[in-house]
């Protein structure tokens, strides 16, 4: 399925991984039993770190599944941090909350259920990270509504931005070519300094200039 990554060099990357504590590691056991798409230790660890290099407090997270990134970010901005998890399933939300709750970190992550370009515009202020994750048809419609609620020298981080490989070809699905539509607003943006990491299925990080 990764057409991105070298299969053995992947799976050496996730080798040398360090152990997750015992509530990451549910998730992930969870996801995997039940194909429930969430980012992963490599690319959590990503998030983590560009949160706490850039001392990030305020996150704003679009499409959170089971709460697995939220988690990670949660724990980076801190105890006087706050995170919005979204997500359009009520039952994702109830069970990430389990999970926050046993992690300790529920004080600081605020749980909104609906569509997450939707939430995004009933909460007020701007955001240091806008991490986002979404149904990849809307990914040019969260350019437009994210980009512009990132603060200065924040960050607009997208996952899947490679799709498995899948933006290459020169037949694409509609999905895919939401993708490279997105690829295409935010590299050419002038409000943004963009990259694409090639990790798993692709990570784009833009600063907002």
Excluded at 12 to 25: A, C, G, M, Q, S
Excluded at 103 to 128: C, E, P, T, W, Y
Aim: with cysteine; hydrophobic share 40%; charged share 25%.
């Amino acid at each position: 399925m990764n057409e991105i990554t070298n299969r053995e060099v992947e799976r050496y990357i996730y080798d040398l991984l360090p152990p997750r504590d015992v509530v990451l590691r549910k998730m992930e056991a969870e996801a995997a039993k039940r194909a429930i798409p969430i980012i992963g230790p490599a690319v959590a660890r990503v998030l983590y770190l560009l949160a706490t290099a850039t001392g990030a407090k305020r996150v704003f997270e679009m499409g959170s599944a089971i709460g697995y990134s939220t988690l990670w970010l949660a724990r980076a901005v801190g105890e006087r941090g706050e995170v919005f998890y979204t997500d359009g399933n009520p039952k994702n939300a109830k069970e990430a909350e389990g999970y926050f709750k046993r992690a300790g970190v529920s004080k600081r992550i605020h749980v909104m259920v609906g569509n997450a370009l939707d939430l995004l515009q009933q909460v007020r202020g701007d955001f240091d990270i806008i991490f986002n994750d979404v149904d990849k048809y809307w990914y040019p419609d969260v350019f437009k509504v994210a980009v512009p609620r990132v603060r200065k020298g924040g960050l607009f981080i997208t996952d899947n931005v490679l799709w498995s490989g899948r933006v290459a070809r020169s037949r694409p699905d509609l999905s895919t070519r939401k993708i490279q539509e997105f690829n295409r607003l935010i590299y050419s943006s002038t409000r943004l300094f963009t990259t694409i990491l090639p990790i798993r299925d692709g990570v784009a990080v833009c600063r907002k200039l």
